[in-house]
Every structure is written in structure tokens, then in C-alpha cells.
């Protein structure tokens, strides 16, 4: 880290550190969704709407703090919400 200027060094610190939450955050949420897909795969309803509440309240949370845009955390949750829908109809 060449950095000069103890400002600099400090936003650079602020920077790593918002980086590897927002990274927990993004990967927390990817394996929220995974968890979905496989209790949608297995037609496991209980577990599907659980794990559906978790990853819509993940998603929420993400897009307010601006980790994701709030139009991608809206296309996911439009996305997994319709995975749900068609497993409940086909029961």
C-alpha cells in the first residue's frame, strides 16, 4: 500500500473493510438462494416457504443498505416467488 496521505489510508481501510462485508453480505445471500433451490427441487414446501421468508428478508436488507440495487434484490425475489408459486399450484 503506497499510499502518502494518512486521509488516504484511512479511506483505503474504510474501503477493505465495507468490501469484505458487502462480500459476506452478497454471499450470504447466494447461499440463501441455493438453499431455496434445492428445497424447491426436492418439492419440500415447508422448507421452501422457510427458506423463501430468509432470502426475501436477506434481499431487503441488502438492497437498503445498497449492497445490491434495489431493482436486482425486486427481479430475485419476483424470480424465487414465482419458483414458489409454481411448486404450491403443482401440489
Known sequence: MAIKHSSAEKRHRQ???????????????KTSVKKFTVSIQNKDAGAAEANLKETIKKLDTAAGKGILHKNTAARKKSRIQKLFNMLKMAQ
Open 15 to 29: 474501503s477493505e473493510e465495507r468490501r469484505i462485508r458487502n462480500k459476506s453480505a452478497k454471499s450470504a445471500i
